[in-house]
């Protein structure tokens, strides 16, 4: 087991939003709780001694002492003697388990924290049929090909050169999503306490990731309409990283995208300073409407300064396990070597549905877009109906919405609205700091009529919530 | 890019089997090389300088750096300014690809560098075709399942419970294969620096695992016939260690199955000492002949002392990617939490793949049974009749036959057989400190010409570079 997590790290994770008037153990508590069921903190850390913590958040020992046992009597932490208390998940919470819900359970709950579609049918079954035919194919095959079947890579080479940035499959690692493929960057590229770029507000799991991989984040805040190149270039300079992590394309959670110039100029900066810049692009071909998309980040790249990472599982379906990594040659060889220690290779059988599904792959995409487009359409109506106070931009790709609240409420939001049977993401689980407690993130990939029903429960109770407010105000409030 | 390897470690895991009379640096070049290839140096490793280890090896400077010339020659070492230089894979090189042969390719190939067998055709073919109609019943998932989907955790635990160990579904995560398994438990369970216990020699993806995951791991000598439990035990005591790590049937690469006594003594060593006993079950199911089978360890389990990994790459097909984790349901619900940093969760399809295996699971082992049997045969004939000198217990299960050679030259005749076109893993690659040179791993994998023409071309090969012999004996010679 290792130390326990550094009193002001954990208060920094924590934030203000978790403070509620009164009942201050209890908001502790909850505040704890969802920081290892979101991921922010993992299981097993062993949190700080009741005398190390509570003068760090201001709260009186026994504040904390009644905290831990509450968590404790919940399943969410355990203690031994002489080895301290470290959380965890007590039976039916975690991953793939339903959102906690504590004091009541809702009568019907409507999970708004993932942002995922069911799955393309009956297009993926019958990809499915095909690759199962095609799988004999390969049955003479012993070991397993750490960088990809053959034909799926060339596959995903020549999406890419489709889309502008001419590639070859000796540039391209299949891997089981882009989580593992930032998993496996992490795990090559950085050593434990390095520091890695990322932006401000970020994919939780990007945060995850370099926290799992023992890195430091170092955030980068995006400005209200896009990066900001200088502020990346003097991170980039003050740092010295060895990798920076950004999401172009609908941008998770703001959905914004980069500009072209804004492009060759991070691309240029990863260059001069011998950076990394890793380019999630999960999301780039889920354009619904607007502008034309600029061509990916890759296709500015001076030579070898940008990795491209991807996944069909927003632009296919998440019970899909394929991604990749483009890179150069020499670190694909690498990372396939590496790849070795965690899981030697991909399945073949779900590679070749990938190929099959790449073949078809404008109809995958129309398949999508014509879900996801009236329901962004009914989220953003339901939102200037029933939250007209509320602020956020149209997305014009992507699965979700980044909505700011008129006060710094979201983690209490989210708290009011689990009781209410309504899950959403509040804006400090995309940070490492707490701050954007003036944001939700709203996916639309739910049914129009659920989407409308949990604005307006949203709206009703941020008026409850807002009304006793306690808080400071968001500490970057001119973000996004 | 993080320090380079300590002179004496390196000087360690080359061992002395790599020098061959004159011609040094070619052969300390040929040593590096087959470290980097088969994973016991990481890529990216950085070497140290020229100064540093010449002192090690007691060989000139002149001499490391004419073999480090060579490595950059062949692509295997990059230089930077100001960087040092580190180990890397050329074109061609790496996992997946052929082994690399130097000074000319050889006719015909034969890779026993792998144990596996090609795909159980038609068998596995139509339990893909059955998945892939399966598929449909999950299209309405949204996200994932990160402990595994629930029907083949049920049937996993189910064939746990037959074999003796009772197990339900919560005890139950899927992976994507043993190596996935073992990767999630050190990424959970260990800190950096953390010293693991493991079996000499062992498998030597789990050492690389462990290196991987910045552990070090503590080789516990098995003996002629079997685990040295008292050994366990002191090294339990002495190390407290919080992981131990073992292969108890048909062993990779001894072959040796722990008896159900010292699997007792193990899981109550495991017990008491605090250590987690991770028993890989990689071969388990894949037993020819001989005695009956003792219940897995997890049987003998006084409680949440013995952690079950296992995997269908043996006993199905490698390039289907499916193995498990049995624990205590506590510690499944933390590696699937830990598993979103990862991978997040395995393919649905796959999964659904495995589950029709397991139904007809006793025709999928009859089947590997059916090749493995006869091949094992032609293996112990070829050696009795062209290598009389070597010994070898005759395997009653698992992939492959340790063998040990009359002089320590493993090494040397594992580089003379590449040039020869027979590919074979030396003993030292199953451990950390360069020992094992007595031995040479044989899978019995490929049909029954190729393993008899491999033997001969071995055993040839044998008597020219044991003749040339000028290496101090095998430092663990008493061992198996």
Known sequence: MSAPVAPAVLAGLLGEGWRRPGASAHALADALRGLVVDGRLAVRTRVPSERALAPQLGVSRGT??????????????????????????????????????????????????????????????????????????????????????????????????????PTTADHVLVTAGAQHALHLLLSLLTTPGERVLVDAPSYPRTLSAVRGARARAVPVPLGASGWDVAAWDAAARAVGPRLGLTIPDFHNPTGLTMSAGDRAALAATAARSGMLLVADETNAELRLDGPAMPAPVAASDPGGAVVTIGSMSKSAWGGLRIGWIRAAPRLIRELAAARA???????????????????????????????????RDALVSALAEHAPAWTCRRPRGGLSAWVRLPSPVATRLAAAAAHAGVHITPGPSFTTDGTFEHHIRLPYTRPPDDLARAVQTLSQLATRVGGATAVEDDPAPAAI
Chains 1, 2 share one sequence.
């Open 341 to 375: 220690d965690v899981d030697l290779a991909g399945p073949v059988l779900e590679q070749l549905v990938a190929v099959e599904l790449l073949a078809r792959w404008d109809e995958v995409l129309a398949s999508r877009r014509a879900l996801l487009r009236p329901r």
């Open 64 to 165: 904390v002492s009644r905290a831990y046992d509450r968590l404790r009597g919940d399943g969410y932490l355990v203690s031994a003697r002489g080895a301290g208390s470290w959380l965890t998940l007590p039976a039916g919470a975690g991953p793939g388990a339903p959102p906690p819900v504590f004091g009541g359970a809702p009568a019907r709950a409507l999970d708004l924290t993932i942002a995922a579609l069911p799955a393309p049918e009956p297009l993926l079954g019958e990809c499915a049929a095909r690759a199962a035919t095609a799988l004999s194919r390969y049955s003479a095959m012993l070991g397993c090909a750490p960088a990809g079947v053959g034909e799926l890579r060339e596959a995903i080479a020549a999406r890419f050169t489709e889309r502008g940035a």
